[in-house]
C-alpha cells in the first residue's frame, strides 16, 4: 500500500504505471516514459479508467472528491502531480 505524502513524484508515477497496467489485464503496458501522454490516447477506456481509479483508492486509502477538476484525469502524470500537491479525502 503506497503512502502518498511520503512518496516522491517518481515513486509515484512508477507506482501508478504499475497499477493501471495491473488494471488493464494484460491489454495495456504504459511505460514510465509515456506517463505524460493522455489516457485516452494510450488506449485507455472507460471501464480500465474507473477501475484505475479505483485501484488508486484502494492503494493508497483515499477517496476521490466530486470536486477533483477533470483535467487532473488526463494522464498518469497529472494525476501523480495532484496526488502529491492536492488534499484528498482519507479513507
Do not use: H, R
Not at 491489454?27 to 516514459?33: D, F, Q, T
Not at 485507455?44 to 492503494?59: G, R, T, W
Amino acid at each position: 500500500m503506497g503512502n502518498i505524502p511520503e512518496a516522491t513524484k517518481p515513486d509515484l508515477v512508477s507506482n501508478l504505471c504499475n497499477l493501471i497496467n495491473s488494471v488493464s489485464e494484460g491489454k495495456l503496458e504504459i511505460p514510465l516514459e509515456k506517463a505524460d501522454i493522455p489516457l485516452n490516447e494510450q488506449g485507455i477506456n472507460s471501464v480500465m479508467l474507473l477501475s484505475f481509479l479505483v485501484a488508486i483508492e484502494d492503494n493508497y486509502m483515499m477517496e476521490w472528491s466530486p470536486d477533483v477538476p477533470q483535467p487532473v484525469f488526463t494522464s498518469i502524470e497529472t494525476i501523480a502531480e495532484y496526488l502529491k500537491n492536492e488534499q484528498y479525502q482519507k479513507i
